[in-house]
């Protein structure tokens, strides 16, 4: 019989205390909230979008039709939500 390997609590939970593990209300009502462009902020949405669109046409062309493929496109997709709302989320 094995023995057990000693695991520390920090290890299994880092979090010490609930409240460590919310966020703040006003980061949740900033994330859910629409945030209107500002002046420069279309252009930039629209440099990204074009960047990951020219992207995901590259991996259409290089890779074949399957699983790998649908994953890599939707991977683009989601980095380029991200970044986009990075913008819209700046002070």
Do not use: W
């Amino acid at each position: 019989m094995r023995t057990p390997l000693p695991i520390s609590r920090e290890l299994i939970s880092p979090i010490k205390n609930k409240s460590e593990a919310k966020m703040e209300k006003p980061n949740i009502e900033k994330l859910f909230t629409y945030h209107p462009p500002k002046e420069g902020q279309p252009e930039r949405y629209a440099l990204i979008n074009t960047a990951a669109r020219k992207l995901a046409e590259v991996i259409v062309y290089c890779t074949p039709p399957g699983a790998d493929q649908s994953s890599a496109i939707r991977k683009v997709r989601e980095a380029r939500m991200t970044a986009n709302a990075a913008i819209s989320l700046e002070d």
